[in-house]
């Protein structure tokens, strides 16, 4: 199994929260892995603009420290940017409120979120790598992880 596949399949597994426990009950390690796993997601399937619309939006909150925490200050910077020009008026403390505006963002929040959609799918910071190396350290929330190439 290649580092994907196995974050794929420690995202369906009982050793991970993502989409098993509530966002605000799980532990900063949990945190990251169910944030950045939920960016990905939702980024390569449908862009900011499906992130910030689903139940994903949860977890906006605590996506700049999440990636931070892992290393991956470039989509940090990238996210930052998304966020800013998402929520020019800051971001809603609620996630529903978070889904709310983003399903009504104007035609030119769309475009610009676009454009950012394209810096993130460059992926300047290899966020499979930093994910896997992330997991890896924190056996005590994840369990140990085969090491792969």
Request: aromatic share 10%; hydrophobic share 35%.
């Amino acid at each position: 199994m290649n580092k994907n596949e196995m974050l794929i399949s420690l995202s369906e597994s009982k050793k991970s929260d993502f989409g098993k426990k509530d966002f605000l009950k799980q532990s900063k390690e949990q945190k990251v892995f169910s944030t950045i796993w939920s960016l990905e997601s939702e980024v390569n399937n449908g862009g900011f603009t499906q992130y910030f619309s689903n139940g994903s939006a949860e977890t906006v909150h605590f996506l700049i420290e999440a990636l931070k925490t892992i290393g991956a200050e470039k989509m940090a910077q990238i996210c930052s940017d998304a966020i800013k020009v998402a929520f020019p008026k800051g971001l809603p403390s609620d996630p529903q409120k978070i889904s709310n505006e983003a399903s009504e963002f104007p035609d030119g929040v769309l475009e610009n979120l676009e454009s950012i959609d394209s810096k993130f799918y460059e992926y300047p910071d290899n966020l499979t790598e930093l994910l896997f190396d992330f997991v890896s350290k924190n056996s005590k929330d994840f369990g140990e992880i085969e090491k792969t190439s």
